[in-house]
């Protein structure tokens, strides 16, 4: 999987990121100020929680940009995996393994559609 197809994910995924950073740094701002110890031990593990949120965002971003990556769907039918491959080009079939959902992959701005094909 590449950007391509993702463009929208993971612009969120930035903007969440930028978000869990600056939590981070406030809760340890509080921590650091903070007179009461158990306020001070609330605010420092607020941070550390944050600073878990920041590495899980950054490795959801990194496996969608890993070019080793498949594109994956959930079948609109039944919920099931449709797996499209690492780098699908535009228009390449799916078929439901446990259905017979049988979908094709469209690139709309940036983003990867699920279309589905006449059965």
């Not at 099931?80 to 390449?92: K, L, M, S």
């Not at 049988?102 to 279309?115: E, H």
Request: hydrophobic share 40%; charged share 30%; glycine share 10%.
């Amino acid at each position: 999987m590449s950007e391509r197809g993702n463009t929208t994910v993971l612009a969120a995924l930035a903007d969440d990121l930028e978000f869990e950073r600056g939590a981070t740094k406030l809760y340890g701002r509080f921590a650091n100020r903070a007179e009461d110890p158990l306020i001070k031990e609330l605010f420092k593990e607020l941070s550390r929680g944050e600073a878990g949120h920041v590495r899980g965002v950054r490795r959801m971003a990194e496996t969608l940009r890993d070019p080793q990556t498949h594109v994956v769907f959930f079948c609109p039918l039944c919920g099931w995996q449709v797996d499209f491959g690492v780098d699908p080009a535009e228009g390449t079939p799916g078929k439901c393994p446990m259905c017979p959902g049988k979908y094709a992959l469209r690139l709309i701005d940036g983003d990867w559609v699920l279309d589905r094909l006449a059965p």
